[in-house]
């Protein structure tokens, strides 16, 4: 069982930053491939960024933030980060943290824990 718990998220201005952080609970973080996906008013719950188990040396993006959001993950914190930097009104959603057991993936279909979500805020 692995409980995820997001913070970082608030209300920026258009072209503002912020880093949201995910505290993984357990002693096998590195075995859990974790993922940021994001899902606004109205909307499907959409893929934002991936990285694989342990390491996490391979990183996916979703096209919508390449280049702007970067994925990291520090196994001795339990930790990984969304850095979000250039940020755009329609980066605006709440913010989900996702673990998988080893793997990867994109779809939210493939993790298995959640966490509660962080609302991101951009005005223009």
């Known amino acids: 069982q692995v409980q995820l718990v997001e913070s970082g998220g608030g209300l920026v201005q258009a072209g503002g930053s912020l880093r949201l952080s995910c505290a993984a609970s357990?002693?096998?973080?590195?075995?859990?491939?974790m993922g940021w996906f994001r899902q606004a008013p109205g909307k499907e719950r959409e893929f934002v960024a991936a990285?694989?188990?342990?390491?996490?040396?391979?990183?996916y993006y979703a096209d919508s933030v390449k280049g702007r959001f970067t994925i990291s993950r520090d196994n001795a914190k339990n930790t990984v980060y969304l850095e979000m930097d250039s940020l755009k009104p329609e980066d605006t959603a709440v913010y989900y943290c996702?673990?998988?057991?080893?793997?990867?993936?994109?779809?939210?279909?493939?993790?298995?824990?959640w966490g509660q979500g962080t609302q991101v805020t951009v005005s223009s």
């Open positions: 357990g002693r096998t973080f590195s075995s859990y491939a």
């Open positions: 990285l694989t188990w342990r390491d996490g040396n391979i990183k």
């Open positions: 996702a673990a998988r057991y080893a793997g990867y993936g994109t779809s939210p279909s493939g993790y298995d824990y």
